[in-house]
C-alpha cells in the first residue's frame, strides 16, 4: 500500500515534515511568535486554541494561512483561567472554568459534552474565517480515552479534516486501535510524530532530521516571544517557550532540513488529498 507522501504525489522515499505551532491564540506573545515561525522559520502549520482570550487576534493575523483547531477542554495555569463555549457541566471545575489538568479532564469528561463544546470550537474558528486545515487535542485529552478518540474521529470525519495521531508505539498501547479506525473511517493523519516537550527543541531537530522515516512526519513546538506576558501566565515552562520562538527562526535549522533534503508541507495538502476521495 503506498505511504502518505505517494498518495499525494511524491515519491515513496521522499521525507516531508509538518512542524507545528501548538497554542496559537494563547496569548499574543504566542501569536507573534508563531506567525514570525511561519512566515520569517521553517514552521509550516500552527492550531488555535479557540476558547482563549487572545484567539480572536489570532483569526485575523493568520488570515490564509494553515491554520487547524487546538481542541482544547483544559486550562492548566494558575493565575491564567479561561471557560468553554459551552455550558458543560463535566467540562468545567468548581469556579466555572476548565479543569486544570489532563488527569482531572479525563477522570471527569462527559462524551457527550466533549463533543458539543469541541464542535462550538471548529465552527467558531470556520465563523471566524480560519481556514481549518485538521484537528489536534490539547494536553492529547481528546486522544486518551477511546470515547473521546470517537468524539475527535467523528469531527473530523463531519468537517472532512485530517487530524495528528499520536505514534505508532503509543497507539498500539492505548489499545483501543486508533489507526485503524481512523484509516477505516477514511481521515488521513500524520504516518510518524516527534514529541519535542519537555526537550529543547533545536536539540530534537538535529538529532531527529537525519533520521526522519519516509513518509510524512509531524513536529510540533510551542513557540512563545520572551518577556513579561509570558512569564506572568507560564513561569514553569517559560524558558521552553521562549526557546521555541528562537529555534523554529534560527537559519541553522532551516539549513539542516535542507541539507537532508527534508520537504515542508502543511495539513492543508492533506486534507485536500483527504477530500479527493469523497
Known amino acids: 500500500m503506498p505511504n502518505l507522501a505517494e498518495r499525494l504525489g511524491f515519491a515513496p522515499n521522499d521525507r516531508l515534515l509538518i512542524v507545528n505551532c501548538d497554542d496559537l491564540g494563547s496569548s499574543h506573545s504566542a501569536n507573534v511568535a508563531t506567525y514570525r515561525s511561519i512566515i520569517d522559520g521553517v514552521a509550516t502549520s500552527a492550531t488555535l486554541m479557540v476558547p482563549c482570550p487572545w484567539a480572536r487576534e489570532a483569526a485575523r493575523m493568520f488570515e490564509g494561512l494553515c491554520i487547524g483547531v487546538h481542541l482544547t477542554v483544559t486550562c492548566e495555569y494558575a493565575g491564567y483561567r479561561w471557560r468553554g463555549l459551552t455550558r458543560g457541566a463535566s467540562l468545567h471545575d468548581e469556579d466555572g472554568f476548565f479543569s486544570a489538568t489532563s488527569k482531572l479532564a479525563l477522570e471527569r469528561i ?40 470517537e468524539v475527535y474521529l467523528d469531527l473530523a470525519t463531519e468537517f472532512r479534516l485530517p487530524v495528528r495521531m499520536l505514534s505508532r508505539e503509543d497507539t498500539d498501547k492505548q489499545g483501543f486501535h486508533a489507526r485503524e479506525r481512523a484509516a477505516a473511517s477514511g481521515v488521513l493523519f500524520n504516518e510518524h510524530i516527534v514529541y519535542p516537550w519537555p526537550r529543547r527543541t533545536r536539540e530534537v531537530f538535529f538529532e531527529e532530521v537525519p ?34 520562538a528562537v529555534c523554529l527562526t534560527d537559519p541553522a535549522v532551516a539549513n539542516l532540513l535542507d541539507r537532508n533534503d527534508i520537504k515542508r508541507i502543511s495539513f492543508r495538502e492533506i486534507r485536500e488529498r483527504q477530500r479527493l476521495k469523497e
Open 211 to 244: 533520521k526522519l522515516p519516509p513518509g510524512v512526519t509531524e513536529i510540533f513546538a510551542h513557540p512563545v516571544l520572551d518577556g513579561e506576558e509570558l512569564r506572568g501566565y507560564d513561569s514553569r515552562s517559560a524558558d521552553i517557550r521562549a526557546h521555541d
Open 110 to 149: 462527559d462524551p457527550a459534552e466533549a463533543r458539543a463544546e469541541c464542535r462550538a470550537q471548529i465552527e467558531t474558528a470556520l465563523a471566524w474565517g480560519v481556514d481549518v486545515t485538521h484537528l489536534d487535542a490539547h494536553l492529547n485529552v481528546m486522544l486518551s480515552r477511546t470515547d473521546l478518540f
